[in-house]
């Protein structure tokens, strides 16, 4: 009898450092999108205040990083500068980066919000994020109402509810992080997945 009762004490141990572990992943999970989604908040609520000084039609503009060589260009319908903060307003913008060491990857939406010295591009609705087939890994699209690209560190992120796809994987999920430069990505809340092997070639 003190046998069996010792392994089934020694079961309930082993079950509950799984619940524990569990429950401090998810709880770190949560913390992480609570912060996304607060830091999102706050910047999507910043608006530029005051009268745009000038705005541009149909441009291209090329950001060029300290080292001299090309960072990433940016084209639009329209751009419209904001004095007040130094930031800029775009409809339909399309951003590539140019870092030849990179997978390429090219940003779309309808509008987008230029800050912080050109270090944060916020796109808005209809936000896709396209890398490129790169050094044997698949082509991936991220799919969002909102992307925040850091083109800086290559790290593309959202606290909305995201869709992303790579070959035949399909991910959702709410708020995530990506990370070009180290071809990572993370997925946060709420995540579900779908796969579909590849037909074999007969």
Known sequence: MSGRSGERAADRIRIGVILVLLIGAA?????????????????????????????????????????????YDMSGVKMVHYPTDDSFEITKPVVHNLDQGKPPMELYSDTARVTDEQTQIHMYGNANAIRAPY????????????????????????????????????????????????????????????????????
């Open 27 to 71: 709880l770190g999970s949560l913390w992480v999108l609570q912060s996304m989604r607060a830091a999102g908040d706050q910047q999507a609520a910043q608006r530029p205040r005051g009268k745009p000084d000038y705005y541009l039609e149909n441009f291209s503009y090329v950001k060029m990083g300290p080292n001299g060589l090309p960072r």
């Open 135 to 202: 050094k044997g890994r698949e082509q991936m699209q991220v799919v969002s109402d909102y992307l925040l690209l850091l083109p800086d560190d290559e790290i593309v992120k959202t606290d909305k509810p995201v869709a992303m796809t790579m070959g035949t994987t399909r991910l959702n999920g709410v708020g995530m992080v990506a990370n070009n430069a180290t071809q990572v990505v993370q997925l946060f809340g709420n995540v579900r997945g779908y796969y579909e092997p590849t037909p074999k070639k007969r």
